[in-house]
């Protein structure tokens, strides 16, 4: 009964590959986001989708694609993958688009980049 | 531009005894501010969150914070430690410039381990 659930858990890629990373949330919310935790573990957020807009474009290199098909989807595609690009990403979702939603996060997809 | 730090990057307490993790803000507007727990290999859990109201939150767990706009402060607390709390601990502040989206913008975590 995983709220928000991300695939693949660990992600093992070279430079230059483009790879895919999935996200569902079972939760009924109309809010999904991405967060990239870097090897400081220090979390920033790179995009928000509410029912499938995006609101929220961080500055993140354009290789970095979000998708949303659906309000309950949120994928994340990245082409010509960087050494740098290595880190944890974290799929999250909230009820509504308002600052004082808390945040439900994914348990995470480790890339690293070879 | 909001911000927010945590002071020490990692405390160390015996089992038993009071927890005391430390969080300043900076923020242009009043704050909404969070407290998240991340487990090993786990994604963040909410542990408690101040909008407004009540400046004493109480959270899961057994943890609480105290919301000090004087101070600046939201400082996370728990008075009897338990092995199990042993976790990397994250404040988060809202971004009051994201025209009322949803940006939390986060502390650079403070580990918190828990000895015998």
């Known amino acids: 009964d995983t709220a928000v659930s991300q695939t693949p858990k660990y992600l093992v890629t070279q430079m230059g590959n483009d790879k895919s990373i999935k996200c569902e949330q079972n939760?009924?919310?109309?809010?999904m986001y991405w967060y990239k935790q870097d090897s400081k573990k220090f979390l920033k957020i790179m995009f928000s989708y509410n029912n499938k807009e995006l609101i929220i474009n961080e500055t993140v290199p354009n290789r970095f694609s979000p998708k949303s098909p659906d309000k309950a989807h949120l994928n994340l595609h990245i082409n010509s993958l960087e050494l740098g690009d290595s880190a944890v990403y974290f799929c999250a979702s909230s009820q509504e688009t308002g600052s004082n939603s808390p945040l439900h996060f994914g348990n995470g997809t480790r890339l690293t980049v070879t | 531009a909001q911000s927010v730090t945590q002071l020490g990057s990692h405390v160390s307490v015996s089992e038993g005894a009071l927890v005391l993790l430390r969080c300043n803000y900076s923020s242009s507007v009043p704050p909404y501010l969070f407290w998240y727990v991340q487990y090993p290999n786990q994604g963040l859990q909410l542990l408690l969150k101040?909008?407004?109201?009540?400046?004493l939150v109480k959270g899961i767990n057994g943890f609480e914070a105290e919301f000090k706009k004087s101070e600046t402060s939201f400082h996370l607390t728990k008075p009897s430690a338990h092995m199990s709390d042993a976790a990397e601990y994250f404040c988060?502040?809202?971004?009051?410039?994201?025209?009322?989206?949803?940006?939390?913008?986060f502390g650079a975590g403070t580990r918190l381990a828990v000895h015998p």
């Open positions: 101040y909008t407004t109201g009540a400046t």
């Open positions: 939760l009924g919310h109309d809010t």
């Open positions: 988060a502040v809202s971004d009051g410039d994201a025209g009322g989206y949803n940006k939390l913008i």
